[in-house]
């Protein structure tokens, strides 16, 4: 025992007792109070708690949010808005499918010449996999991601999988942080160069921007996968398969970063189209860049609720006066729920797919056996 573990009086009883100091007597030993016990066994409890149902609460939070919202801006004024917003959100689907297949081909050069092991309909069913649950599920980005790794894992490795996934991740951090400059511009023009949008953009500028640098390096310079391998049994056979595979990455992935800031522009082009349904106006360069630079601002302050339910809403009602829609909250609102709508039917789309060729994909020729060695398959499969 340390000399800090508030039992030296009793060392001292114990050595004039003849007893070892390991065996100090139980009446001894200072006990937790009542008290103590029951401050540690609520915290427990939180903790336990927030593990299992924290986003799922922040889900809850976030639909009430949205029906304070509409209660405010008035339900019948929204509805007026909605009503003729319909018409585009075929088209919005069509774009928020498109930038989200594009960062689908972008991950696809990352698993290199294995990607051919992988039949068509094995890639669009992990593809619309990944969209549905990352829309629907209270996952995450980064869950939806572990989804779509474990269904391609058989197909290309585990190994592959994980580091498309992690490669990934910084590209987004990246892509995000570049749309994050044409949004900086084009709020400065219109508030200034301190006013509060342009503020949350620019740091949101730097903060996925030094992320995401920081989130490469590390994956380059900490063999996280050797360290997996000797915190979890499962993944002691392919964690230094991983590290290898990290490094073996190009240091600068030109090609797929440039596939994830496409994909990025088709999004901001999907808001600037909304933007200008609703307000009445024509598409310009300004309003699309404002309307996505609001994105990526709810997108950071919400990243624990799922999909940012109730934070996107907040943020386009919030910052209504930089969409030049002070005097029509309900416009700014309805910004966030066209695209909410465009991205559950466009998820529904994808479950559909999911159905259909789930049943499919088993039936695919059998991985190689190369790789059936190296992955763990999914169990449904």
Not at 121 to 127: E, G, I, S, T, Y
Request: with cysteine; glycine share 12%; hydrophobic share 50%.
């Amino acid at each position: 025992m340390g000399g800090g573990d508030g039992l030296a009086p009793f060392r001292a009883s114990c050595n004039r007792l003849g007893c070892h100091p390991s065996r100090v007597p139980e009446g001894l030993v200072p006990q937790p109070t009542e008290s103590k016990i029951r401050q540690d066994h609520i915290i427990s409890r939180a903790v336990s708690f927030g593990r299992k149902h924290g986003r799922a609460v922040l889900l809850l939070g976030g639909i009430a949010t949205v029906a304070a919202l509409v209660w405010q801006v008035g339900p019948a004024e929204l509805w007026n808005v909605l009503a003729l917003s319909w018409p585009i959100v075929p088209a919005v689907v069509v774009l928020d499918l498109a930038w989200f297949s594009v960062e689908g081909i972008a991950l696809l050069l990352f698993y290199g010449p294995g990607r051919k092991n992988i039949p068509m309909r094995v890639w669009v069913h992990a593809l619309t996999t990944h969209y549905s649950t990352m829309v629907i599920l209270p996952v995450g980005r980064v869950g939806a991601e572990a989804v779509r790794a474990t269904l391609l894992a058989p197909y290309v490795g585990a190994h592959k999988t994980a580091a498309g996934a992690a490669q990934m991740q910084v590209m987004v951090l990246v892509a995000n942080a570049v749309m994050c400059i044409p949004a900086f511009f084009a709020a400065a023009s219109l508030g200034g160069w301190k006013g509060s949008l342009a503020v949350l953009v620019i740091v949101n500028f730097f903060a996925n921007g030094l992320l995401g640098v920081a989130m490469a390096l590390f994956l380059r310079k900490v063999r996280i996968g050797g360290w997996l391998g000797k915190k979890f049994e499962s993944m002691v056979q392919w964690g230094p398969e991983l590290d290898a595979e990290l490094r073996q990455q190009p240091a600068v992935p030109v090609v797929p970063g440039l596939l994830c800031v496409g994909g990025r522009a088709l999004q901001a082009l999907e808001y600037g189209l909304v933007l200008a349904t609703v307000a009445g106006t024509s598409l310009t360069f300004t309003g699309t860049f404002i309307a996505e630079g609001i994105h990526i601002g709810a997108a950071a302050l919400g990243d624990m609720v799922p999909n940012q339910v109730g934070v996107a809403e907040g943020m386009y009602r919030v910052f209504a006066d930089s969409l030049g829609l002070a005097a029509h909250p309900e416009k700014a609102l309805a910004i966030a729920l066209v695209v909410r709508v465009a991205n559950f039917l466009a998820a529904g789309l994808c479950f559909g797919m999911v159905a259909l060729l789930g049943g499919r994909t088993s039936q695919e020729a059998e991985p190689p056996a190369s790789v059936s060695a190296l992955a763990q398959p999914d169990p449904e499969r």
